[in-house]
């Protein structure tokens, strides 16, 4: 498609901020106006669209899907979404680990263990660890205790900690990247640990390495969103 406009600006509205092509807003693709809900937020989209050449290329659009998707989806389904970020807490990467006498179980213990605890600190709650991949249902408590804790999030927080969450297969880790303090690489290094430690023993995959990459950039994107959406 090519470029259809010459200005873009940024405008304040009554519930936040919003991003104008020639002095007309941007509409999401449910249809809805697409206010954001701070200028920091604002000034990203607007920058994705002021750097667009005389093509667009949508994969230059790094926010832009995102804060439809909160406002589309989070925003009219948000039960749901929450649904599905409490489903990862049912079945976090870092509760299933190797067996005891393995070594992948010490790194396991070493670069997971310090994420659980803090999350168990931070929250007031208990994860179930279990060696193997037969699944065991967390608590509860647990459950309810997080549930909340999500609930008090903002569309486009929980936006941003889906993708993240959804791509580390962890909601310990998506709730360690929502601070702003975040080792990034850490996280996903932790995310990945298994698929890391096979590399290691077995050599690395070109095709792997490349599907790794993406997914990187996109929690990366995700975090970056988490970041916008504070303020």
Not at 24 to 48: C, F, H, W, Y
Not at 215 to 227: P, T
């Amino acid at each position: 498609m090519k470029r259809f406009y010459r200005d873009v600006s940024v405008e304040p509205r009554e519930h936040g901020f919003g991003v104008l092509l020639d002095g007309r807003p941007i509409k999401t693709a449910a249809g809805s106006p697409q206010t954001v809900p701070n200028r920091a937020m604002a000034d990203a989209l607007a920058a994705e669209w002021a750097a667009q050449g005389e093509e667009l290329d949508l994969a230059k659009f790094r926010f832009r899907d995102l804060a439809d998707y909160a406002i589309d989806i989070v925003g009219r389904e948000r039960g749901t979404t929450l649904d599905k970020l409490l489903g990862f807490a049912e079945t976090d990467t870092l509760c299933y680990r190797a067996d005891p006498e393995q070594a992948l179980y010490r790194r396991q213990l070493e670069m997971w263990e310090p994420l659980l605890t803090a999350l168990e600190d931070a929250e007031n709650v208990q994860l179930a660890r279990v060696s193997g991949i037969i699944h065991r249902a967390q608590p509860a408590e647990t459950l309810t205790v997080l549930r909340t804790r999500l609930a008090a999030l903002d569309d486009f927080t929980v936006a941003g900690l889906l993708t993240c969450t959804s791509l580390a297969a962890s909601l310990c880790i998506g709730l360690a990247a929502l601070r702003p303090d975040a080792d990034l690489d850490a996280l996903w290094d932790a995310a990945n640990l298994e698929e890391l430690w096979q590399a290691g023993l077995w050599g690395k995959d070109a095709e792997a390495e490349a599907r790794l990459a993406q997914r990187s950039a996109e929690f990366r994107r995700g975090a970056e969103f988490l970041r916008l959406a504070a303020g």
